[in-house]
C-alpha cells in the first residue's frame, strides 16, 4: 500500500514535492478524553471499545464513566488484544463489532490495540474480510480518501511509545507468523485523547520499550533522506522531548510532567513517521522479530547500535545536525559528533534495560540472505541516509549475531 501522507522524491532535494495530509484532532490534559468524546457528537455511534485484558481492569471504569457521559450510547468491548497481534485478534474484534451493529471504534491501549484496531476499522467500513485487504480492492479502499461516511475513531493512548494513534500504518502477524504492514490515512484515528494521568501506573518495562522506540521514530524520521520539512520540524521536536523525557520518567515515575512529556513526543513522532517514514533501523528489524521473540524495543536496541554506527562512518552529517539541535555535541567534527548523539541513545538503552547485543541470536548465512530480501522490501530501506546494497544488509544482520 501506497504511503498517503507525503509522496517526495526521497532526495533531499528543494525541488521536492508532495501532499500533506495532517492527523486528526489531538485532545491532551487532564480531561483530554472526556473532551474528544464531546468533539464526536453524533458520529460516536455504537462504539467498539478495543483493548486488551490488562488495560481494561485498570481504565474500564474510567473509559465507561466518560461514555456514560453521552445520553442513550450504547457500546460493545472487545478485550482480547495480546503483545504482537496476529489476524486472529483482528478477526475476533470484527466479530464482536459486527454482531453488536458497531459504527464506530475506540481503541484504548497501546501500540498493539491501535493496530489491531486499524484493521479492524478497515474491514468493518469496506465490508472486506481482513485477506481481502492485500487484494486490488482491498487496496483501492485503503489508498482512496477518507470520506464523511468513515466510521468514527478514537483513540486513547495508554503507553507513550509507537506512536500509532497519530500514524497511518498498524503491523500485525500474519497466519503464518510474519508481520504485515497495512497503510492508509482512512484508518489513522480522527480523533486523540492524550491524558497522561492514564499512562501513571504503566510498569518500568512497558514505560521504558515504549520510550525507547520513540526515540527511534523521532530518529529515524530526522535522519532518513524523505525531505517534507513539516514533518523534519515535528522528528527533531519529538527527539528533543522523547531524549529528555525518557530518563526523567525512568526515575520518577508518578511524575505527571515526565509522563505529559513522553506521551506528547511519542505522539509527534508518530506523526513525523506518518509523513516521513523510518530509516533502515526499523526496515531491518521487523524481519527479525519473526525470529528471535522478544519485545519490539529488545530487536530495537541491537539493530540500533550495529545499523546506526554502519551508516554513521559515510552519513555522518543528520546525527551531527541533531547532536548540536539537542546540545549533545558540538565539535565541529561531523563523525565525531554523530557518535556522541548515537552513544546518547545507547545510554538510554542502557537506562530503558535494553541490552545492545542479542544474547542467543544465531544466523546461517542463508537466514540472512532471507532477512535481508525482506528488509528490502521496507519502504523506509532506501531512505536511510547510508543506502544499503543487498550484501551490505546481510553483513550487518550476521554481525548482529556474531
Sequence with gaps: MNEKDVKGTGTGSSQAH?????????????DALVRAIRAA????????????????????????AALADVRGLQWQVYGGVVSNPSLAQVRDALRAGRESGSES????GGGSVMDVAKVTLACMASGLEVEALQTLEGQAWLEAATTPDDPLFLAVPTTSGTGSESSSAALIQGDGGRKRLFRSTRTRPALVALQPELTLGLPFGPTAQGG??????????WVNTDPCPVGKAMALQALRLCMKALPAVLAAPASLQARADMQMGAYMAGVAIGMNKVDAVHAMCTPLESRVHMA???VLGPV??????YTAETAARPYAEAARALGVADTGDERRDALALIGAVEELAARARISLRFPDLRLLP???????????????????????AHEEIKSLYLQMAA
Design 105 to 108: 471504534l475506540i481503541a484504548v
Design 212 to 221: 525507547f522506540d520513540a526515540v527511534l521514530h523521532a530518529l529515524g524520521a
Design 296 to 298: 519490539h524495543a529488545e
Design 18 to 30: 508532495g501532499r500533506i495530509e495532517w492527523p486528526g484532532a489531538c485532545f491532551w490534559g487532564g
Design 366 to 388: 542463508e537466514d540472512a540472505e532471507l532477512l535481508a530480501v525482506q528488509a528490502r522490501q521496507s519502504a523506509s530501506m532506501p531512505l536511510n541516509p547510508r543506502v544499503l
Design 304 to 309: 540500533f547500535s550495529v545499523v546506526s554506527r
Design 41 to 64: 457528537g453524533q458520529r460516536l455511534r455504537k462504539p467498539l471499545v478495543v483493548t486488551d485484558a490488562g488495560v481494561w481492569a485498570a481504565l474500564g471504569p474510567f473509559v465507561e
